[in-house]
């Protein structure tokens, strides 16, 4: 049966409580044409068959001899052993044959006493049938039919004599309406669920099909689309304010160099304009950097991709076991597999350079690289044999601009930013990272990334 399509969800539960209850009823009409205990009509070919009957007892009481009761008696004997007992009654109701007691055959003749329309009732496992007109000698009498029913009980009279049966045909008739009341309910439900998810990882994408289902639903899914517009409306002002920032930033700071540069060559070298030099050099480096991170917070969700790791970061580690050579440092890692990660593939190899360059520029001259696969997660470990951080101060050095007071200052050259750089891509794409006392005696950094399927 095809079910009608309901715009609403509380018009789909109230169209499936309807459609439960029209099948309850439909069952309750049919039951009393059904049940063989209640009156009911005679099949055709057996009513036909007991209509025989009457009209041959008929001939045969008008041509017998001996009273009438001795005749229907004898009738009757000789009924019974065919396994059918026929009872005898006068128009008025009086039993004639046979005497005695008979319940049944007197609830019966109350309900069923004109032979024009006979019929039939289910007593235990008695079944009575009647009347039929037997003449004799210008005297209607009534003829009832008893026999044994042999057949087994209905299905649903079983049923219904046991509540148990009754309570588990009610739950087979409502459950394919219930699942299919939670097929419509959880399918878009799901859709928005695995929307949000992808919002959740930086895929700030509107899907059509949010819009379709329940009409609450179809709601739902079109203020979430909305709101996914409205967030990447946001993102690209963001990100054309920082470019126009970069630009307007980074100008005055050339001219600065450049007049910095014009003066050294007409007046000489001298220590101050050589710190002008330096701090404007460090200040465009800073500004560069903090753009870079503000433009991978505001801009993360774009560019992604499914690659694998030896892909990502082969060449990358490579070059910075080459570098640690030139500097009499020896850098190892892991072999690494194809292992599927999905995400922007430049902030990834960004994220893991940084923490490794990091390890080089402040180890003494052990760098170790580990590759863990798990349980659908990748860790990654870092570790160096400098002299690490202090272990009150591991948690801040992830915040943007801060800098350890003992080894990584400000005279090392560093603006503070690159780890801050590095937890903000790793997090953008659903990753851990932290960082702790290493084994080697300086500092260890722990990364987890969730491998795609």
Do not use: C
């Amino acid at each position: 049966m095809k079910l009608p399509r309901f715009s609403s969800l509380y018009g789909r539960i109230f169209a499936t409580f309807w459609l439960t209850l029209l099948i309850i009823v439909l069952v309750l009409l049919l039951l009393p044409n059904l049940d063989p205990r209640s009156q009911h009509t005679i099949p055709e070919p057996q009513l036909k068959r007991f209509q025989d009957s009457a009209l041959n007892i008929s001939d045969k009481i008008t041509y017998s001899r001996g009273s009438l009761e001795d005749k229907l008696r004898r009738f009757a004997d000789h009924k019974r052993h065919q396994g059918f007992q026929l009872y005898f009654t006068t128009i008025e109701g009086e039993i004639i044959s046979p005497g005695g007691r008979n319940k049944a055959l007197r609830n019966f003749i109350t309900m069923a006493d004109s032979p024009d329309t006979p019929r039939q009732k289910l007593y235990g496992r008695w079944m009575m049938a009647g009347p039929f007109a037997v003449t004799d000698q210008q005297q209607t009498i009534l003829m009832y039919i008893g026999r044994i029913w042999r057949q087994p009980p209905p299905f649903f009279i079983q049923i219904l004599d046991k509540p148990f049966q009754l309570l588990l045909l009610t739950m087979l008739i409502s459950t394919p309406l219930l699942l299919w009341l939670a097929w419509a309910i959880s399918i878009p439900a799901r859709r928005l669920q695995e929307a949000a998810e992808r919002v959740a990882t930086g895929e700030f994408e509107a899907d059509p099909k949010l819009e379709s289902g329940p009409r609450e639903f179809k709601q739902a899914g079109a203020s979430f689309n909305q709101m996914v517009q409205a967030i990447n409306q946001m993102i690209s002002g963001q990100q054309r304010l920082l470019s126009d920032i970069s630009h307007e930033l980074r100008s005055p700071l050339t001219r600065l160099r450049m007049a910095t540069a014009l003066t050294q060559r007409k007046q000489g070298e001298s220590k101050e304009l050589n710190r002008i030099d330096t701090e404007a050099e460090r200040l465009e480096k800073m500004i560069s950097e903090l753009l870079e991170l503000s433009r991978m917070q505001v801009n993360s969700h774009e560019q992604r991709e499914h690659a694998d790791a030896r892909s990502l970061w082969y060449e990358m580690l490579e070059d910075a076991r080459f570098e640690a050579e030139q500097n009499s440092k020896q850098l190892s890692y892991t072999p690494l597999e194809e292992w599927p990660i999905s995400g922007n593939p430049n902030l990834l190899i960004s994220a893991l350079e940084n923490v490794i360059r990091n390890a080089i520029k402040y180890g003494n001259d052990i760098i170790e690289v580990t590759f863990t696969p798990k349980n659908e997660i990748l860790s990654i470990e870092i570790d160096d044999n400098g002299e690490g951080v202090p272990d009150e101060e591991l948690n801040d050095i992830f915040r943007p601009f801060y800098r350890v007071s003992a080894a990584r200052d400000r005279r090392s050259g560093g603006t503070g930013l690159g780890l801050a750089i590095t937890e903000s891509a790793i997090r953008q794409h659903s990753g851990t990272i932290q960082a702790s006392r290493s084994p080697l005696g300086g500092l260890k950094i722990s990364i987890t990334l969730p491998l795609t399927q």
